[in-house]
Every structure is written in C-alpha cells, then in structure tokens.
C-alpha cells in the first residue's frame, strides 16, 4: 500500500439512506472524518493525542463529486489520501469504491486548517508535519 494512502471499510446502514434507499449526501463528510481519522492513526498519532497537545483540525474547504448513487448495505471502501500537507493546513483526497474497488462512486477533497482550541490557525512543528507526511 502507498504510505500517502489508507483504505477504511465500511457497510452501509440503513440510516445513512433516503426513502429511495440511496446514500443521503452528507453522510459522505462523515466518512470521510473517518478516512482522515483512520489514515493519521496510521502514522502513529491520533486525532485525539494532537488535541491534547491543543492541535485541532477544522475543515476550511470542501467539495465532493458524486458518480453513482451508493445503496443501503454496499460494502464501501473508502480510499484516503494524503494530497499536501505544510505546517499550517493539510489536504486530502478520497475516493469511494464498492469492496473489490471495480466501481468508482465518488471522490472529494477537503483542506485543513491546523488551529488552536480557539480556532485560531497556528503553525505546527517540522516535525509532525513530517510524521504525518512519512
């Protein structure tokens, strides 16, 4: 596997769905909160080990496509990838595929602001810029 990337599974549930049984839209953002979770853990650190060293990560831009609707119980996998990252903001990319990765549904992009419990963006270290970059 790419060490800029990290693939999340995840089955659809029912209440992800609208009374056509598609994926309602925002649940898109919420997996791919989960993408960026899941690919930081993977550089040993977590989002709830930079909070406590006061880093919080805001999402300042945001932009989803959408291919093919996506139906209740699908078998996703959720592909994230890390797009750029500098000392005061981090982007990602994410792409949704059925499990054998045949079927593209959609893609997005985010940035992040790196920014104190009081919103304030703030510059972090070279070194977790790195790590998370590695």
Known sequence: MEKNCHTTDHRVYYNETDKMGRVYHSNYIIWMEKGRTEFIRTKNTSYKSLEKDGIFLPISDIN?????????????????????????KIKFKYEFYDKEMKILFGIANTTNIFTGIDGVPKRVSKELAEKIRS
């Open 64 to 88: 989803i496509k959408f291919f093919k609707a996506i139906e209740y119980d699908t078998e996703l996998k959720i592909k994230t990838i890390l797009v750029d990252i500098d000392r005061i």
